[in-house]
């Protein structure tokens, strides 16, 4: 959470302008004239339901559209000053990371510290830097222990780990995550949540979240961006955007004391707060 | 099927063998196929084995390779029988069923005590294209992972009434439809999901990439070197004209 | 390795149980015993009085269906016709009871207009929900769904939600391995927690629940709406079972406070 400077002083770092992208094979526009700024630093939740674009949006940031799929791509995505369909892989993948939602699909090599060095070993990085990036990057991830562990020798959360490491060893500004807890436990998908918040507040990346289960991210996230149809529909603190009766009709996965809350403004009880946790609520009730 | 597999699966563990540079390692275990291939005599061949065996020991996988072996020795019997048919007569058969064993076991030293993450550098160091290393290495880290995937379909279909056991040849070949889809599908999904993380960690930005570890060799690599090509040569040379050893 | 130790359950016929626990508490591993995939190393299985270790899962399945979680791994007909009709035939239903059983599922389950269709071009919700309908297609006693809810959306949640009361009210006996703690909370199943292969508590979800230190040790998180309901100063006896319940109460209780 950039607690700091307040949104409007912040330097951009992600910069959509009229975004709209059709996949060869499909009628539609995945991406329907999307634009939104993100400033560094800051923690962005994206929702919304199957097929709306997340995903899509998600590849345009990074690169991999239209470099790995093309198709009729219009507007343009800036990162860092940098037009993404119009630099390489190479860079982008220094600028920003992206984690998929199977952690399985992410880990090639052997051992955790060889598949952690895999983004080094492709950009040439001499082997003594790649040394000391490596460590730093297990360090920060907590998996420093299991650098000689085969990936079948690892828990879901221990290969979740492992594949952001292999991420964050390419030092990006800005790191996306598709979906990163869906396939992991409650508990697990916390401490994911937790080392998200922790590399925001300590190194400063920027963080964009596509998630189902808000009620992980919503302590965490300065803005919740809500997509439907390829189209964005809805963008503010997340607090404001749950707030608004529209929001269930979009798909999104209230969190019911969230969906509480409406419901109770519906009846004419107003909070003096919008609730992000069932603790908070209890004690604005409790005050009433 | 564990007992053929697992003489051949890579098995982290700490062992002088372990130790050498991956090359030396190779070569090894080509000495040993070659000898085996080389040795004329029962007793020659049963000694290549249990050297073998001994190094096996030192690598601290006896019980793995011993394991495959006694497996494998189910086809040397069977060299055995087909031998005895052809009326070769009953030392040849013997001896190339042992030849068999030796060579199974030989190439499963190399195997056992080699990480695909190794053969990744010894196929870089024979100048392989950096993409068919690739395939090699990825087919190898996800093997344990399809096979996963085909029980978990083995089972998905079993709950739907599935069969494997019952019917025809054709019947169980038909029955087979239902596992193989699935998995193929499911493997190309996995392309896929493989191919995005690859592009985006730079994967193919230089046809050089450079490596975390590099393979140097040490005083023991050479050691293990200069003598087992020694003893290799003195076996071949004993195989070859037994009479020298006599003077 | 156990993957199981000492486990004993019993599922009446009716019932509705939901077993909770982190991944590899042996969830997965103990339903995989409901149609005899896995077989006990000690102990027995009995489903309707036969042991599973004196049949095959063919035969078990017949009574006991279980939805795996990934529709990819079972997904493989050319038409979404055939894949319904597929564990029918299998059971040697007669062809006019396969049809009839078919036409049903595919209209219960929204996908006649994709009878002809492949399944493999349906999209993740509909490919769960024709997993389902494969299933229920044969009509189980039994049946068990294992995570039932992940990486699903709002919208086919409150599906799953409504074939889950349809279940329910035909009377089938229901088994859900699931994390998903917010979707079982309205359910108000019996609740199974599991936790290194052992079973820590079994009865009633509100009781088990409220017991903080238990979740911890077991990784479970509790449902917003009881974490609620634990802090509030005043509180009805009973906790709120959605969100409509909790409402109801808060507008009511404002009601009666302004009453006075």
């Known amino acids: 959470m950039s607690t700091t400077t307040s949104p409007g ?49 998600l590849r345009c940031v990074n690169g991999l559209i239209p470099h790995m799929y093309p198709g009729d791509y219009r507007g343009s995505v800036s990162v860092g000053g940098l037009k993404v369909a119009e630099t390489p892989m190479s860079m982008l993948s220094q600028r920003v990371g992206l984690l998929f939602q199977n952690p399985e699909n992410q880990i090639f090599m052997f051992s955790v510290e060889r598949d952690v060095a895999f983004g080094l070993q492709n950009l040439s990085v001499p082997r003594e830097e790649m040394r000391s990036r490596v460590d730093e990057a297990m360090r920060l991830l907590g998996v420093s222990d299991l650098a000689l562990r085969a990936p079948h020798e690892l828990s879901d959360g221990q290969k979740q780990r492992t594949a952001l490491a292999g991420v964050m060893a390419m030092r990006p500004r800005l790191i996306i995550l598709d979906e990163p807890t869906s396939l992991l436990d409650p508990k697990t998908a916390l401490e994911v949540v937790s080392l998200i918040e922790r590399l925001n507040r300590e190194l400063g990346i920027t963080f964009i979240v596509v998630e189902h289960r808000l ?21 503010g603190v997340p607090r404001d955007v749950l707030a608004d009766a529209r929001v269930e009709a979009y798909g999104v996965s209230v969190p019911p004391i969230s969906r509480l809350y409406n419901a109770l403004s519906k009846e004419g009880v107003r909070l003096p707060k919008v609730p992000e946790t069932p603790e908070e609520m209890a004690e604005e009730l409790n005050g009433l | ?82 031998n005895l048919l052809f009326g070769l007569g009953l030392l040849v058969a013997i001896l190339y069923s042992f030849r068999f064993l030796a060579i199974v076991s030989s190439t499963s030293v190399f195997f056992v005590t080699t990480s695909p993450d190794e053969l990744e550098q010894i196929m870089k160091w024979m100048r392989v294209p950096r993409d068919v290393v690739f395939a090699f290495v990825t087919a190898v880290r996800f093997i344990p992972v399809v096979m996963l995937d085909a029980f978990q379909i083995m089972d998905a279909q079993k709950s739907r ?40 960690r730079a994967y193919g930005s230089t046809p050089k990439p450079t490596s975390l570890y590099g393979m140097r060799l040490m005083w023991y690599d050479v050691a293990v070197v200069v003598g087992s090509l020694l003893l290799s040569s003195a076996a071949t040379l004993y195989i070859y004209h037994p009479v020298s050893f006599q003077v | 390795m156990t993957a199981l130790s000492d486990v004993s359950l019993t599922v009446a016929k009716g019932e509705t149980i939901a077993i909770v626990g982190e991944n590899g508490a042996g969830k997965t591993t103990l339903v995989r015993h409901a149609n005899g995939l896995l077989k006990p190393t000690k102990g027995s299985v009995l489903v309707d009085g036969v042991d599973t270790r004196k049949t095959t899962t063919a035969t078990l399945s017949r009574k006991v269906g279980i939805a795996f979680q990934n529709p990819d791994h079972q997904l493989f007909s050319e038409s979404v016709e055939s894949e319904v009709s597929f564990a029918l035939r299998n059971f040697g239903f007669a062809e006019d009871l396969v049809s009839r059983r078919l036409d049903w599922a595919l209209n219960f389950f929204g996908l006649e207009q994709y009878r002809k269709s492949s399944p493999l071009v349906l999209s993740g919700g509909e490919k769960k929900r024709l997993t389902l309908a494969c299933i229920l297609a044969w009509d189980p006693d039994v049946v068990v769904l294992d995570e039932p809810t992940v990486g699903q959306d709002s919208i086919q949640k409150e599906k799953l939600a409504q074939i889950f009361r349809m279940l329910k009210s035909t009377g089938k006996t229901i088994i859900i391995v699931s994390h998903d703690v917010e979707f079982l909370w309205p359910i108000q199943p019996r609740l199974v927690v599991m936790s290194s292969g052992k079973v820590v508590a079994d009865g009633e979800i509100s009781k088990i629940m409220a017991d903080r230190g238990l979740l911890e040790a077991a990784r479970v998180t509790q449902p917003q709406l009881l974490r609620l309901y634990s802090e509030l100063r005043s509180r009805p006896p ?16 404002r009601a009666r406070q302004e009453a006075r």
């Open chain 3, 238 to 253: 009973s906790p709120f079972l959605d969100v409509d319940d909790a409402r109801d109460w808060v507008s009511g209780s």
């Open chain 2, 161 to 200: 009434g599935l069969e494997f056991e019952k019917g025809s040849i054709v019947r169980r070949v038909r029955n087979l439809i239902p596992i193989l889809i699935p998995l193929v599908v499911n493997s190309v999904i996995r392309s896929g999901e493989l191919a995005e993380a690859m592009e985006s």
């Open chain 1, 215 to 235: 009620e992980l991210l919503i302590p965490i996230a300065d803005r919740l961006v809500v997509m439907d149809g390829g189209s964005k529909v809805m963008d």
């Open chain 1, 9 to 57: 002083e912040k330097n951009i770092l992600v910069s959509i302008e009229g975004l709209s992208f059709r996949y060869p094979d499909s009628q539609r526009p995945a991406v329907k004239d999307v634009s939104l700024e993100i400033g560094e630093g800051e923690v962005v939740l994206l929702a919304g339901q199957s097929g709306c674009g997340k995903s899509t949006l």
């Open chain 2, 1 to 82: 099927m564990f007992w053929l597999t697992g003489g051949f699966v890579f098995k982290r563990v700490v062992s002088p063998f372990n130790k050498l540079d991956p090359r030396v390692r190779l070569l090894v275990a080509l000495e040993f196929f070659v000898l085996s291939l080389l040795a004329s005599t029962i007793s020659a061949v049963a000694l290549v084995l249990l050297a073998i065996l001994l190094v096996a020991a030192v690598a601290k996988s006896l019980r793995r390779i011993g394991r495959t072996v006694a497996f494998s020795g189910l086809f040397a019997v069977f060299i055995f029988a087909v």
